[in-house]
């Protein structure tokens, strides 16, 4: 059993018994944490007005000066009218924007206790600021991290991160993609908050209609590459360089990165893309896309559910009553107006934007999934591959046999890994590099006290923002030095390698990816290439995919 899994047993019946009680601050003033500073940062003008941030409250005595201007309105609140429509421009504000609080999160179903508990004393070991803070349907804010000297002229580079959550729920504020780090080693950095499940995926023929673009199902989209046009237009205010953007996500947010990447409307709004966990560039996505007419399908469902007739009457419905909605509105759709074409089909026609990816997955990313629903069995091993592989399941039970529990209990994890997860990274590297831009990939493989391997663990370390706790120990902290290095390499200049800004150092060569077929840089106790551990499974999955697109295009 994995050390990272191991507490996850012991919890259940701990969290029956147990009372848990949490305090959240996401909805509190960001006062300096800096002994040092007192004052507040000068006055910076946006297009739309005047704004005066905080000093970052993560700094330490004697660390550079940070600035973080949190809050910021990139779009008029998507309420009454606005409901399922485009995002329109914010608009300007007299006097001074004290951004010095965080946005409500989008729309989104609440933690329940027993969720919460267990991502308080066993994942994070602490209460996360996100975890069931404020939310509100007025949600379209933006957070920038800059260096405290940076200025007009600096032109530094600029990173865009999008959260992850399955297009269901997250926050653009976390302790694990804090921009802090980033921004101490002057990079200006931008957190993004958009609509979420019905409020951001929700389509329908009236919606289409009502539409100019004729578009419906994408709202949450839409209100990214509205945030990075916010950022083009603005970050020079902030001492970024708007033609030095790169786009970032994690697991829904990667997914969105793929969208974003081949969106017609984000063309010329960014240069380069950070994909952890997910991605869109395979024939038969198996999470985070649909079809149109199986997202009209849902708006449907959630018309008849909601006893409604006309999207007018569902406007009326509170936000508070629509978020309860049975039905999960968690994929993107080809929509004709943001994504005119499955995202496979753009990379195949070389109409994607990014001109350099860095991607990758982790080693024990479908665990969690599996646990809370979907663990495999002896007996159960052939039907759970052949739902999925059909003609196919032969091959996979040969590459990853079942003939015990433990097994197959093991082997379905690597196999849920494969297919959800690592198959879209391995495709997204190959066709980029089939388009001789540089991509490179990595697998993330350190385990540690906290959420280990898992879905997400590598988000503390890529973003410099590795607790200091008895969870994590040295190792954590020279591997979170070395991968927040290559990522802020690769935000510069598209390339990870070079130095290590810590210790000074030269990092461990990363190769691109099209000299290393079949191998990825691991990231853990070791850093080095290694060969990829699913690449058994890709050609199986591939076939596999390839026949139900076909299916689905009938």
């Known amino acids: 059993m994995r050390k990272s899994?191991?507490?996850?047993?012991?919890?259940?019946?701990?969290?029956?018994?147990?009372?848990?009680?949490?305090?959240?601050?996401?909805?509190?003033?960001?006062?300096?944490?800096?002994?040092?500073?007192s004052e507040r940062p000068e006055i910076i003008e946006t297009k739309k007005g005047k704004i005066r941030g905080v000093?970052?409250?993560?700094?330490?005595?004697?660390?550079?000066?940070?600035?973080?201007?949190?809050?910021?309105?990139?779009?008029?609140?998507?309420?009454?009218?606005?409901?399922?429509?485009?995002?329109?421009?914010?608009?300007?504000?007299?006097?001074?924007?004290?951004?010095?609080?965080?946005?409500?999160?989008?729309?989104?179903?609440?933690?329940?206790?027993?969720?919460?508990?267990i991502y308080k004393n066993f994942i994070y070991h602490k209460s996360n600021r996100e975890d069931n803070a404020p939310m509100s349907e007025d949600c379209l804010y933006l957070n920038v991290w800059k260096p405290a000297e940076a200025s007009e002229s600096s032109k530094l580079p600029v990173l865009v991160y999008i959260h992850g959550g399955?297009?269901?729920?997250?926050?653009?504020?976390?302790?694990?993609?804090?921009?802090?780090?980033?921004?101490?080693?002057?990079?200006?950095?931008?957190?993004?908050?958009?609509?979420?499940?019905?409020?951001?995926?929700?389509?329908?023929?009236?919606?289409?209609?009502?539409s100019p673009e004729g578009s419906t199902g994408n709202?949450?989209?839409?209100?990214?590459?509205?945030?990075?046009?916010?950022?083009?237009?603005?970050?020079?205010?902030?001492?970024?360089?708007?033609?030095?953007?790169?786009?970032?996500?994690?697991?829904?947010?990667a997914s969105s990165v793929g969208a974003l990447c081949t969106s017609p409307l984000s063309k010329g709004l960014f240069k380069r893309a950070i994909a952890e966990s997910s991605g869109l560039a395979v024939p038969a996505p198996p999470h985070t896309y649909r079809s149109l007419d199986d997202a009209k399908k849902m708006g449907r469902d959630i018309m008849a559910e909601f006893k409604v007739s006309s999207v007018d009457e569902l406007r009326k419905i509170p936000a508070e009553k629509l978020i309860k909605t049975k039905f999960s509105n968690s994929s993107l759709t080809v929509d004709g107006h943001a994504l005119t074409e499955p995202p496979y089909q753009s990379y195949l026609n070389g109409t994607n934007h990014e001109e350099a990816l860095l991607n990758g997955?982790?080693?024990?990313?479908?665990?969690?999934?599996?646990?809370?629903?979907?663990?495999?069995?002896?007996?159960?091993?052939r039907s759970k591959i052949e739902s999925y592989f059909g003609t196919h399941t032969d091959e996979v039970i040969a590459a990853r046999p079942?003939?015990?529990n433990a097994q197959a209990k093991e082997n379905w994890n690597e196999i849920c890994s494969a297919v959800w997860f690592a198959n879209?990274?391995?495709?997204?590297?190959k066709l980029i590099s089939a388009q001789g831009k540089p991509a490179y990939e990595y697998y993330f493989t350190k385990e540690n006290g906290g959420i280990g391997t898992n879905h997400s663990g590598?988000?503390?370390?890529?973003?410099?923002?590795?607790?200091?706790?008895?969870?994590?120990?040295?190792?954590?902290?020279?591997?979170?030095?070395?991968?927040?290095?290559?990522?802020?390499?690769?935000?510069?200049?598209?390339?990870?390698?070079?130095?290590?800004?810590?210790?000074?150092?030269?990092?461990?060569?990363?190769?691109?990816?099209?000299?290393?077929?079949?191998?990825?840089?691991?990231?853990?106790?070791?850093?080095?290439?290694?060969?990829?551990?699913?690449?058994?499974?890709?050609?199986?999955?591939?076939?596999?995919?390839?026949?139900?697109?076909?299916?689905q295009s009938k």
């Open 5 to 37: 899994t191991k507490s996850v047993f012991i919890l259940i019946f701990s969290a029956i018994i147990s009372a848990a009680f949490f305090s959240c601050t996401s909805g509190k003033k960001l006062v300096s944490a800096n002994p040092t500073v």
């Open 55 to 117: 000093y970052a409250p993560s700094l330490k005595r004697g660390d550079p000066l940070v600035e973080l201007y949190a809050g910021i309105p990139f779009a008029k609140p998507p309420v009454g009218e606005l409901r399922w429509k485009a995002p329109v421009e914010a608009e300007s504000w007299d006097g001074i924007l004290e951004a010095d609080t965080f946005a409500p999160r989008a729309m989104q179903k609440k933690s329940t206790w027993l969720e919460s508990f």
């Open 166 to 210: 399955s297009l269901m729920s997250g926050s653009s504020y976390s302790d694990s993609f804090d921009g802090t780090t980033f921004a101490k080693n002057g990079i200006v950095v931008v957190t993004v908050a958009y609509r979420l499940g019905v409020f951001g995926y929700f389509a329908l023929d009236e919606l289409a209609a009502e």
């Open 219 to 253: 709202y949450g989209l839409l209100d990214q590459i509205a945030a990075l046009k916010w950022v083009h237009e603005n970050i020079g205010s902030f001492g970024g360089d708007c033609d030095n953007i790169s786009i970032a996500g994690e697991s829904a947010g």
């Open 361 to 381: 997955f982790n080693a024990n990313e479908a665990y969690f999934f599996n646990f809370f629903g979907g663990s495999a069995k002896k007996k159960n091993y």
């Open 402 to 404: 079942g003939e015990t």
């Open 424 to 429: 879209s990274h391995d495709s997204w590297t």
């Open 458 to 551: 590598e988000i503390i370390y890529c973003y410099g923002n590795v607790p200091e706790s008895k969870y994590y120990d040295e190792a954590d902290h020279k591997l979170e030095k070395i991968m927040a290095s290559y990522w802020m390499n690769f935000v510069r200049t598209g390339n990870p390698n070079g130095e290590n800004p810590w210790t000074k150092e030269t990092l461990p060569q990363w190769p691109l990816a099209s000299e290393t077929p079949g191998k990825v840089l691991e990231l853990g106790e070791n850093v080095g290439l290694v060969p990829d551990p699913y690449a058994d499974l890709y050609p199986i999955i591939d076939a596999t995919m390839k026949e139900k697109s076909a299916g």
